[in-house]
């Protein structure tokens, strides 16, 4: 079926590099910059709803967010100085708006209406559209910035420079606030620090990995999982009381304290019930260390969204699945190359039968699996 196919493009976007032409110190991937521009996103969503009583749909934001550089799979790296170049700028956007279409055909009927906004009209004329093109410039700005702190090549210099005549060129409210935020070198800034930062921390750590993984590209993956699921389960299976908005939001943020604490072995983490409260408790009072930092009205959001990602409700399971989810399809990809990777296959395939019933993961076990499965094989 196309949805496995859909899986597959999540599962690529770490595979498109960005600025690799002017060997930054960080590698970035169109994975890592989806992830760090949804979570932007969810600054900025509350910065217009809380600190400028300006609302806005936040799940349509933080979607269009994660997903509207999935067409970077099929197109590859475009530098941008070529795609605003007069003689090919409006054949690529073209090319990009028709390969966003085949994306969104990849899916089930059922979702393609809501992956369809999300996709295509990502960076549209509205007002959630100018604010995610907005949120890419801005994180360019990030990505350039901190590449110039670290000394590596001048061309980012003087495109920190650039981005910021930009970004002062934008009149939106929740942008100027996180400009401003980022000048003042305190709470706001040293959490955009810690999602710039997420890259850093290495996934699978003492195992050979064919596929070099990071909580970056993880939490991309897990967040688009976990939207794909609710989409599913809500439009497809009709369980409507899912709050899609909660389980993105969670999704996107769930590794965020592991900047501090970084990516502990879940064996580790589980060889006891009392290691396994420790590490919950430290991961927790992690991350209301962090949202400490941020403005008050933040604070209850925020806490649900990062500090309990998990949460016993709804949502939270839903989080776990797609994190185990991914787990699997991390195995699956390794365990060609190395043998141990069946053995964590096997016990997360196990654990996630046992575990959850619901629609999303038999539709996943059923169907997606099986395409993964044939295709990690065949190719």
């Not at 909580?215 to 609710?230: E, K, P, Q, Y």
């Not at 592991?258 to 009072?285: C, M, T, W």
């Not at 649900?304 to 709804?314: E, G």
């Amino acid at each position: 079926m196309k949805n496995g196919k859909f899986t597959n493009t999540i599962i690529q976007m770490q595979f498109v590099p960005r600025w690799s032409e002017y060997a930054p110190r960080f590698e970035d991937n169109a994975a890592s910059h989806s992830f760090r521009c949804a979570a932007v996103a969810i600054l900025a969503g509350l910065a217009e709803e809380m600190l400028f009583e300006r609302p806005i749909d936040k799940l349509k934001l933080v979607s269009r967010a994660l997903w509207a550089d999935l067409s970077n799979t099929l197109t590859g790296s475009i530098k941008h100085a070529t795609k605003k170049e007069m003689h090919v700028a409006g054949h690529i956007r073209a090319m990009e708006q028709e390969l966003s279409k085949e994306i969104v055909s990849y899916l089930s009927r059922s979702l393609q209406q809501a992956a369809y906004d999300a996709i295509v009209n990502a960076q549209d004329d509205t007002r959630v559209g100018r604010l995610v093109e907005a949120i890419d410039t801005f994180d360019a700005f990030l990505f350039c910035h901190r590449e110039a702190a670290y000394g590596s090549n001048p061309f980012f210099r003087s495109k920190v420079q650039e981005l910021r005549s930009k970004i002062d060129t934008y009149d939106i409210p929740s942008i100027k606030w996180l400009i401003a935020e980022f000048d003042k070198q305190d709470g706001v800034r040293e959490f955009l620090d810690n999602i710039m930062n997420l890259d850093t921390v290495q996934r699978w750590n003492g195992s050979y990995n064919l596929v070099p993984d990071n909580d970056a590209t993880h939490s991309f993956r897990v967040a688009s999982l976990a939207l794909f699921n609710g989409l599913l389960e809500r439009e497809r299976f009709g369980l409507k009381h899912i709050n899609l908005y909660r389980l993105v939001g969670k999704s996107v943020l769930h590794d965020l304290p592991e900047i501090v604490s970084g990516d502990v072995v879940s064996n580790i983490k589980h060889r006891s019930p009392e290691l396994k409260l420790a590490f919950e408790q430290y991961e927790r009072q992690t991350a209301e260390n962090m949202i400490a930092r941020l403005p008050a009205p933040f604070h209850e959001t925020m806490l649900d969204l990062m500090a309990d990602p998990k949460s016993s409700d709804y949502e939270g399971v839903m989080v776990d699945i797609a994190d185990k989810l991914d787990a699997l399809i991390k195995a699956g990809l390794e365990m060609r190359n190395n043998p141990r990777y069946a053995e964590t296959y096997y016990d997360q395939l196990v654990s996630i039968q046992h575990r959850f019933e619901n629609p999303s993961v038999i539709f996943f076990l059923a169907y997606i699996l099986h395409d993964l499965t044939y295709s990690n094989f065949a190719n």
